[in-house]
């Protein structure tokens, strides 16, 4: 047997493996034409709500300062709705001071701000009677308090009886009456009415209501 001759068969091995490896391009994966799709950041693409700004509300604390206050002209009704509850109107007082008279109310027993209503009347109305009370002077100024409730056993007692000064314009402060939340009491003035400033005090509560000369 004649032995066949190496170039030879290392010519036939050559190309068998050029066969095999252009078969395997052919069968390899291809591609894909289509880029696989991005997946988009959260909130990529859209505008972000700018945050909400709070609308500043002012609000008008009540007079604590008599001094700087100025006086009200008749006609005008001094209003301060206040945040107090359960005081009661414990003490009232007189007093005479140069260019204007005073009116003080004392306050014990509750929480908050007290509240006001002052103003000049024809009539004393009383709450919720409408009793028409007889007040000296020649003007009558009415005064609301607001946040006051009843005296309590064992707790603060409500001031009892008119106020009649020696002195000064102020006739006659007729004693406070509670009902359902609000303490009335009268004002008599000579010569009235007159110009009026109202004022919050603490350390004890008070709503003190000067009248001019």
Known sequence: MVAPDRRLVVATVVATLVTLTACARDVAPRPSATPPSATAAPGAGTTPAPPSTPVPTTVAPPTTDPAGTAFAPPGTELTHEGDATGYVVTQVRVGEHPGYDRVVYELAGGEGTPGYRVGWVDRAVEDPSGAVRQVDGD??????????????????????????????????????????????????VDDGPRPVRVTLLQDPVRVVVDVQD
């Open 139 to 188: 003007g009558i100024l009415q005064v609301r308090l607001i946040g006051t409730t009843y005296p309590v056993d064992g707790g603060a007692q409500e001031h009892a009886g008119d106020v009649r000064p020696d002195d000064g314009h102020i006739e006659q402060v007729v004693r406070p009456l509670t009902f359902e939340g609000m303490t009335q009491s009268f004002v008599g």
